[in-house]
């Protein structure tokens, strides 16, 4: 059994190549060959905290695995991560472990690049300007998956924490220089992507503030009662989901509008397998707004965790343990 820690993730999953894997799972799941259950949550309401746990299957691929992971907002205060995670791949043909992973690179690597896949298909193609609101774990890997699909030249953060703005800008300088900014409205006044990467419960900006043409990639809000974007914003877009069974069970972003009638289930136009497959079209003109909102796909973590290993296992990386 082999053993990846964060270094090998980092250096075996460069996010070209995640797109691509991203790319193929989410063509895999659109033609039905993809078993993900809408995962389990286990509440730890003593520590305001949750456990997940995101089993896949891809018989058309030959991959199996689990996600475990731990999501604590309260962590931050206590200088440790909000999300820890163990990702345990086995071989569908005999349930055997093949391989476990430090789980929370992992997913920022897979969440990226799965914006990074919206990006390609829904912004507009000479984007130039991405305002990021929340700069925490995930948005690393958020401006890394965008830089790689659209000329990205200026970069705007805002974080409600100035530590973590300032060591989130240090973090990016060796890729791109990234500018601290006061106030949410300056991430976006100006923006041709925003990505939205917060542990916010309410919205996190105005949609009055997006410019005609703007994408929008939300991540962050992954319960029914939480959401980061306003009705403006949802109203404004066009909107793509990850998948309809994990965002219409999950997604505060769009359930809240849906329970107060502002918003029809129909007015999502597709998820990122329809892109994907060329199915859907979505984004038609320079000037509409496109919304792209993700809660997380147990199909995302199976491909990139499998292409990590087969590229270990040929390159000689990691660590082999024996457990038996
Ligand atoms: N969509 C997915 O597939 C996916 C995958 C992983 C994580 N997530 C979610 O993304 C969110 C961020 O994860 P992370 O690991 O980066 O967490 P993190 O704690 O490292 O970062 C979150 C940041 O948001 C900031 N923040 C909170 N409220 C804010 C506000 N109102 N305005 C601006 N900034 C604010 C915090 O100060 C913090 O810096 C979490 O809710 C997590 O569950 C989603």
Same mark, same amino acid.
């Given at each position: #059994?082999?053993?990846?820690? &964060?270094?090998?993730?980092?250096? +075996? $999953?460069?996010?070209?190549?995640?797109?691509?894997?991203?790319?193929?799972?989410?063509?895999?799941?659109?033609?039905?060959?993809?078993?993900?259950?809408? *995962?389990?949550?286990?509440?730890?309401?003593?520590?305001?905290?949750?456990?997940?746990? #995101?089993?896949?299957?891809?018989?058309? +691929?030959?991959?199996?695995? !689990?996600?475990?992971?731990?999501?604590?907002?309260?962590?931050?205060? &206590?200088?440790?991560?909000?999300?820890?995670? !163990?990702? $345990?791949?086995?071989?569908?043909?005999?349930?055997?472990? $093949?391989?476990?992973?430090?789980?929370?690179? $992992?997913?920022?690597?897979?969440?990226?690049? !799965?914006?990074?896949?919206?990006?390609?298909?829904?912004? &507009?193609?000479?984007? &130039?300007? +991405?305002?990021?609101?929340?700069?925490?774990?995930?948005?690393?890997?958020?401006?890394?998956?965008?830089?790689?699909?659209?000329?990205?030249?200026?970069?705007?953060?805002?974080?409600?924490?100035?530590? *973590? +703005?300032?060591?989130?800008?240090?973090? #990016?300088?060796?890729?791109i220089k990234v500018s601290p900014v006061p106030n949410p409205s300056e991430a976006v006044r100006q923006s041709d992507i925003l990505v939205t990467s917060t542990t916010s419960k309410t919205p996190v900006f105005s949609g009055k503030d997006l410019k005609p043409g703007a994408h929008i990639n939300a991540i962050g809000a992954f319960r029914p009662d939480m959401r980061e974007v306003d009705d403006e914003t949802i109203l404004r877009s066009k909107i793509v989901v990850d998948t309809f069974e994990g965002c219409l069970s999950e997604a505060g972003d769009l359930l809240i509008p849906m329970g107060e009638g502002k918003l029809k289930k129909e007015a999502v136009c597709g998820d990122l397998g329809d892109l994907v497959t060329g199915r859907k079209m979505v984004r038609e003109s320079n000037e509409e707004i496109t919304f792209f909102k993700s809660v997380g796909f147990a199909m995302e973590d199976v491909v990139t965790a499998h292409h990590a290993y087969e590229k270990a296992i040929r390159e000689g990386r990691g660590q082999k343990i024996e457990v038996f």
């Open positions: #059994m082999l053993i990846l820690n &964060k270094k090998d993730l980092e250096e +075996l $999953l460069p996010m070209e190549e995640v797109l691509d894997v991203l790319a193929k799972g989410f063509r895999e799941a659109k033609e039905g060959r993809c078993v993900v259950p809408v *995962r389990f949550h286990l509440n730890v309401e003593e520590y305001q905290g949750q456990f997940l746990f #995101m089993p896949a299957f891809l018989p058309g +691929l030959k991959q199996s695995g !689990t996600k475990i992971v731990s999501v604590f907002p309260q962590n931050t205060s &206590k200088g440790k991560p909000t999300i820890y995670a !163990t990702y $345990l791949l086995s071989d569908p043909t005999t349930g055997e472990l $093949l391989a476990i992973m430090e789980g929370a690179t $992992l997913t920022g690597i897979r969440t990226g690049g !799965t914006s990074g896949l919206a990006t390609r298909y829904l912004a &507009k193609k000479d984007a &130039k300007i +991405l305002g990021v609101i929340g700069a925490g774990f995930q948005s690393f890997f958020q401006v890394r998956a965008i830089q790689a699909v659209r000329p990205i030249e200026e970069v705007r953060a805002f974080d409600v924490d100035q530590k *973590r +703005l300032q060591n989130f800008c240090q973090s #990016m300088s060796p890729y």
